[in-house]
């Protein structure tokens, strides 16, 4: 199943290559934001914003309260459960980013 996970961008890691780190649940991770980049506003205009981040790519900019309705939704049917487990994996299998 393709899932499309809420993530809010906490940082800016790489301006040039795109690269922002994110927060899901709790998790942090780098994501290529170059989907989402507004070239006339620039990577700032990312800070604390939503993100849908689907296997290490920000699809779309969404705004908080659909980020906290597609968050309870997936809560309900445990996927955001089993979505994080498998970032915590990889995240410990190539050491973590911090």
Do not use: N, Y
């Amino acid at each position: 199943m393709c899932l499309g996970v809420p993530a809010k961008v906490i940082e800016i890691r790489d301006a040039v290559q795109h690269v922002a780190l994110v927060d899901i649940g709790g998790v942090r991770r780098e994501v290529d934001v170059s989907c989402v980049v507004d070239p006339d506003q620039g990577m700032d205009a990312l800070m604390d914003k939503w993100v849908l981040v689907h296997v290490g790519f920000a699809m779309s900019v969404i705004d908080e309260e659909e980020a906290a309705r597609t968050l309870a939704i997936l809560e309900e049917l445990g996927e955001v459960q089993e979505a994080l487990d498998d970032i915590r994996q990889t995240e410990q299998m190539l050491g973590g980013v911090g």
